[in-house]
């Protein structure tokens, strides 16, 4: 089955660029998406279709996807962007949805 | 406005059945598919399955074949995730969000906090 790969946690301090990546066989070829969850919360969509945002999210939020990475960049990070971060995929093979593992961003 | 608001969390022993709601409202019903997404304790998202309520067509996710039923009702336009002879391993938030077929979801519900316990 198709696996989406993320690291565990990455580190920015504010008002720095956090990229957060999703690896997968060819995901270049998928469209990738990307929520974010806080704490207790539901998640949220923060891109779709690699690099659409949706209304009310932050242009500094951005989405590029080529080969077998996606990346999800965030600028000029702030404090309240610390949250688990997933992307996510539909495979075409099996018709499932596919979530990476998540990563947790630290705002330091 | 869009709007999914679930049933609220619920505490079942190990053997026991449980039906969690999804209530929709802001839209049309039958235009999207309903996915249901599982997060137990401290994990991050699994996709369950989803349906299709316009045409009634369930999907399911391999871990998620047997005990777990997807359902809706149009005439109060909400779906439903049944989960049978529970488990202690089915202890989680369960989410419902709605899709434009295979595409992201848009909209979720808050989460029904199941736990499994004797």
């Known amino acids: 089955s198709y696996v989406l790969t993320q690291a565990p946690s990455v580190s920015v301090a504010p008002g720095k660029t956090a990229t957060i990546t999703c690896g997968g066989d060819n995901i270049g070829k998928k469209a990738v998406h990307w929520y974010h969850q806080k704490p207790g919360q539901a998640p949220v969509a923060v891109i779709y279709y690699d690099n659409d945002r949706p209304s009310g999210i932050p242009e500094r939020f951005s989405g590029s996807n080529s080969g077998n990475t996606a990346t999800l960049s965030i600028s000029r990070v702030e404090v309240g962007d610390e949250a688990d971060y997933y992307c996510?995929?539909?495979?075409?093979?099996?018709?499932?949805?596919?979530f990476g593992g998540g990563t947790k961003l630290i705002v330091l | 406005q869009v709007q999914l608001v679930q049933s609220g969390s619920e505490l079942k022993k190990p053997g026991a059945s449980i039906k969690v709601s999804c209530k929709t409202s802001?839209?049309?019903?039958?235009?999207?598919?309903i996915n249901w997404v599982r997060q137990a304790p401290g994990q991050g998202l699994e996709w369950m399955g989803w349906i299709n309520p316009n045409t009634g067509n369930p999907k399911y996710a391999q871990d998620f074949t047997g005990r777990f039923v997807f359902s809706f009702d149009t005439s109060v336009n909400t779906a439903y995730l049944q989960i049978s002879s529970l488990k202690a391993e089915d202890t989680a938030v369960y989410y419902c969000?709605?899709?434009?077929?295979?595409?992201?979801?848009?909209?979720w519900g808050q989460g029904t906090l199941v736990t499994v316990s004797s």
């Open positions: 802001g839209y049309s019903f039958t235009t999207f598919t």
């Open positions: 996510q995929v539909w495979d075409r093979t099996s018709d499932h949805v596919i």
């Open positions: 969000a709605r899709s434009l077929g295979s595409s992201w979801s848009d909209y």
